[in-house]
Nanobody, 125 residues
Framework: QVRLVESGGGLVQAGDSLRLSCAAS????????MGWFRQAPGKEREFVAA????????YYGDSVKGRFTISRDNAKNTVYLQMNSLKPEDTAVYYC??????????????????WGQGTQVTVSS
């Protein structure tokens, strides 16, 4: 059973940067395909970014392309989401997710088996 714990969220101003971390226990990041999703109040959960187990495949949601970067440090069993040029519309709870499977896409939440509890990101204008 993989347990995921997100950290790094907070309140920032538009244009600022944040780096979210997702630490895994009970399993290894290196054996998993990892993703980040977010959910704003009153909205459906939205795909943000994903990285395949090999690290060769990276995916980004259209709204974050060019601003967010997903990366992984297998030695630390941690996945990161570097968020630059933050906008008020990035305000949401951000969730880390993991799956041992990779069947064509890592952009759909139903593909993931394990989820963290989420970390709040608030961007003020």
């Amino acid at each position: 059973q993989v347990r995921l714990v997100e950290s790094g969220g907070g309140l920032v101003q538009a244009g600022d940067s944040l780096r979210l971390s997702c630490a895994a226990s009970g399993g290894t990041v290196s054996n998993s395909n990892m993703g980040w999703f977010r959910q704003a109040p009153g909205k459906e959960r939205e795909f943000v970014a994903a990285i395949s187990r090999s690290g060769n495949d990276l995916y980004y949601g259209d709204s974050v392309k060019g601003r967010f970067t997903i990366s992984r440090d297998n030695a630390k069993n941690t996945v990161y989401l570097q968020m630059n040029s933050l906008k008020p519309e990035d305000t949401a709870v951000y969730y880390c997710a993991a799956t041992p499977y990779y069947i064509g896409s890592l952009t759909r939440d139903r593909e993931y088996n394990y989820w963290g509890q989420g970390t709040q990101v608030t961007v003020s204008s």
